[in-house]
């Protein structure tokens, strides 16, 4: 059976920085990964981060905050 290809979910994107949700094994049925997120619409596994091993991470901060402070530290690229 063909796969079709459908774009991950952009999460947010700040500074002209997108960021997009990743998959349980890239499949969108399988539901997203809590901590992960990626800079690649095809979720190169080079583009992709843990928010929780960001500088700013801490438990009680929405994960748009952490990932809109490194970004804006340059922790987090455009690929």
């Known amino acids: 059976m063909p796969l079709l290809w459908v774009d991950p979910e952009l999460f947010i994107s700040h500074n002209g920085v997108p960021v997009y949700h990743t998959y349980i094994d ?9 901590y992960h997120y990626t800079t690649d619409i095809c979720e190169e596994p080079s583009h992709e981060f843990d928010v929780r ?8 901060t929405e994960h748009a905050e952490i990932i809109k402070s490194a970004i804006e530290m340059g922790e987090i690229k455009t690929p």
Do not use: F, H, K, V
């Not at 091993?53 to 009680?60: A, C, M, N, T, V």
């Open 26 to 34: 890239r499949n969108m049925d399988a539901g997203r990964l809590e």
């Open 53 to 60: 091993d960001l500088p700013s991470y801490r438990p009680e």
